[in-house]
Structure formats: C-alpha cells, structure tokens
C-alpha cells in the first residue's frame, strides 16, 4: 500500500482544479527588480536552472513581456520535505513609462540571473516652426 504524501496530492489536486477551470495564474512567479536610470531600465530576474532556450522575451507597445518554462518534475521520485522552487510556465509584462528603443534592448542569462538593459528613448528634438 501507498504511503500518503501530501505534496503529490496537493499536486494533483491543482492539476484536477486546473483542468476543470483552466489555469488564471502562471505557474510559477520569478523574482523581479526594476530600475530606473538617467538613461535605461535594468530589470533583474532569478531564473536559477533555465537556458537561454527556455526564456523568450517580447516587446509591444511598451510593453517588455518575460516568458518561459521551468521542466515539472515527475512527481515524485523521492519525498520532498519542502518543496518551493517553481515549476512549470511563467509570464511577466512590464509596462515603461518613458519610450524606449525597443530595436537597442538586450538580454543575457548569466549563472541564473536574466539581465535585461532597456534604453530610453531620447527627448524628442526641438524644432522651430515657421508661422506662414
């Protein structure tokens, strides 16, 4: 007989509810920092154990949106006595409130730590206009 364990079943018990409901929250939340400089935005995100193939970062209207997925484990070849590490798919947006030159942002994934560096838009150029 089965010992009872009470991770596996609180799994499959939200593996239940979500095919009843669907899924209305990403799997899994990384950690995020935001910061603003004179001239670019930094965000700063955790993705300890993921590739570079496992995140996918969009840019629209303003809009920076993280993406990617964390490989559930097969519930469960051992007995987790704590279990917090997230699991599963992701998604995070983040709206700019300055413009910014989306073609100039980069990324890079470094010993789990996703930078990303957004550069901001430059003031747009004064002009003289002729009264005719």
Sequence with gaps: MPSWDPVRDLLTMQ????????????????????????????????????????????FDHQVLTLRGSRTTQECCPERYQQLERGQGTFSRSFRFALPVQSDKITADLVDGVLTVVVPKAGPPPERHIDVG
């Excluded at 209305?24 to 603003?36: N, S, T």
């Excluded at 935005?41 to 996918?56: F, P």
């Design 15 to 58: 593996e239940r509810l979500e095919s009843l409901f669907g899924r209305a929250m990403p799997g899994w939340v990384p950690p995020v920092d935001l910061a603003e400089h004179p001239d670019h935005y930094v965000l700063t995100v955790e993705l300890a154990g993921l590739t570079r193939s496992d995140v996918q970062l969009d």
